[in-house]
């Protein structure tokens, strides 16, 4: 082990023992999010160090005069680092700042610019990631899912899947791809399901997944992240293609994690 490696465990160490979530706190946020109900003992214990390690690497600043409880940065950073919780927070180098906002925000911008970046709407957001730059959310948004969640909608999820995306230098769908991973079989699977999207919604038929993404390829593989999250059945049965590949990515499988928490439950 070289020296940097050695002093990064120490630090890693030190955070985790001196400035753990309290766990009082971590339950009020576990029991609130549905999205987290079907994590097993160990996997949310490792959520929890990585929640903790992500707090520190990360600024969570309150916009437009909203004050930021220790709660909602909780909520918030258990929420974004279920996705990196087989990947590690290596993921989301290269920025550091989270800005929350009271509710949807304006914005005069378009969806995707040379300068990466991204929205989940053109003119009111709940929430937009930038390129080498922050995540900004919609508090309102977030706090509304706690209460009401819907099956393929996380704003959370959605914003930093695109982070993740971004990792190859922009957002195009195309998120850095393990080394066993074949690009053509991601290729085939995420835009030929894309292009399906794009019929559908070109002909007004309905849609199993979510119209807004067949906006363009990045905002198919936020919504799809969004979908293997919140609703893995959904999307396990009408994308199996893009089902697989995404637990390839994410080496997660939500709708065998869930399957395995109902069987549980019912004993």
Not at 10 to 34: C, D, G, K, M
Not at 76 to 96: K, R, T
Not at 122 to 134: D, M, Q, T, V
Not at 174 to 202: C, K, N, Y
Request: glycine share 6%; hydrophobic share 40%.
């Amino acid at each position: 082990m070289n020296i940097i490696n050695w002093v990064n465990r120490l630090r890693v160490r030190h955070t985790l023992t001196q400035y753990p979530i309290p766990y009082e706190l971590w339950e009020t946020v576990i029991n609130r999010a549905s999205l987290l109900h079907d994590l097993s003992a160990t996997e949310e214990a490792g959520l929890r160090e990585l929640a903790t390690l992500f707090l520190h690497q990360k600024t969570i600043t309150g916009a437009q005069g909203l004050l930021v409880s220790d709660e909602m940065k909780v909520i918030i950073a258990a929420q974004a680092v279920l996705l990196v919780l087989e990947l590690g927070l290596d993921y989301y180098n290269g920025w550091v700042e989270i800005i929350l906002y009271p509710s949807a925000f304006r914005v005069n911008h378009g969806d995707v610019d040379q300068n990466g970046l991204v929205s989940s709407d053109s003119h009111n957001l709940s929430g937009e990631s930038w390129l080498r730059g922050p995540v900004i959310l919609s508090w309102e948004d977030i706090e509304y899912e706690l209460h009401t969640p819907h099956s393929g909608y996380n704003v959370v999820v959605h914003e930093f899947a695109h982070k993740l995306d971004m990792l190859n230098g922009r957002a195009n769908g195309m998120p850095p791809l393990h080394p066993r991973m074949e690009i053509d079989q991601w290729t085939r699977a995420l835009s030929g399901a894309f292009e399906i999207l794009q019929q559908q919604v070109a002909h007004q038929h309905p849609t199993r997944i979510n119209a807004y993404a067949a906006t363009t390829p990045a905002e198919y593989f936020a919504v799809v992240s969004e979908y293997f999250f919140t609703a893995p059945d959904v999307l396990g049965k009408h994308c199996p293609d893009v089902y697989l590949q995404l637990t390839q990515f994410y080496r997660q499988n939500p709708a065998s994690r869930r399957e395995h928490k109902m069987t549980e439950n019912a004993r």
